[in-house]
């Protein structure tokens, strides 16, 4: 008979495959705190939710290893900014596009600096958000997403992705074809 894992063993594979609580209980169609409650061993769940909790870690694993490179992943056409726009344009785009950060390039396309919903929300509270609007992205960017080649090792773009970046952007020729993000890399390891 094999034994069950343990909420150490959950947490374990779970922070194994890169997941946080909340993407591991989408997949597993529970909630958030459940994950949480099991992790800490406060709740025993049933075999069956536990179940479809360690299928959900098995996908991602098994997605995971068939992504081989950064080509794999990418997600292209990268939506950017120019330096020179002003803040409400970046924030207007994140909106439209539903993403939370933004690659910011020069006049030639050249990444210089990137913009994120963190960035913007931390000078929102501290100044007068109408102000912040309007200043010029170049302003408030902060350093560049890393760049990478579209042969870059898919393990390889896990570790800048999970240590520090919110983003890596993929170049070719001097030019950015695709970017990657933490979402990028669950989408591909479930198949979606």
Do not use: C
């Not at 922070?15 to 709740?43: D, M, N, P, Y």
């Not at 997605?63 to 344009?89: G, L, W």
């Not at 924030?91 to 994120?116: C, F, H, R, W």
């Not at 390889?156 to 170049?171: F, R």
Request: hydrophobic share 40%; charged share 30%; aromatic share 2%.
């Amino acid at each position: 008979m094999a034994l069950l894992p343990s909420p150490e063993d959950i947490k374990r594979l779970r922070k194994k495959v890169g997941l946080t609580q909340t993407e591991l209980a989408k997949l597993a169609g529970v909630s958030q705190s459940l994950i949480a409650r099991i992790e800490k061993g406060t709740v025993d769940p049933r075999l069956s939710t536990l179940k479809r909790i360690l299928e959900a870690i098995k996908l991602v694993e098994m997605r995971a290893k068939t992504a081989k490179t950064a080509r794999d992943v990418m997600y292209s056409p990268v939506i950017t900014i120019k330096h020179k726009e002003k803040v409400k344009k970046a924030i207007e785009l994140m909106e439209k596009y539903a993403i939370s950060q933004l690659p910011v390039v020069n006049d030639n396309d050249i990444p210089i600096g990137s913009i994120t919903e963190s960035t913007v929300l931390k000078k929102i509270l501290t100044e007068d958000p109408e102000k912040i609007f309007q200043l010029r992205v170049e302003e408030i960017m902060e350093e560049s997403f890393p760049t990478i080649t579209p042969s870059t090792n898919i393990k390889d773009i896990q570790e800048l992705i999970l240590k520090k970046y919110p983003a890596v952007l993929v170049m070719e020729k001097g030019k950015i074809v695709g970017i990657i993000t933490k979402i990028d890399l669950i989408t591909t390891a479930v198949g979606k």
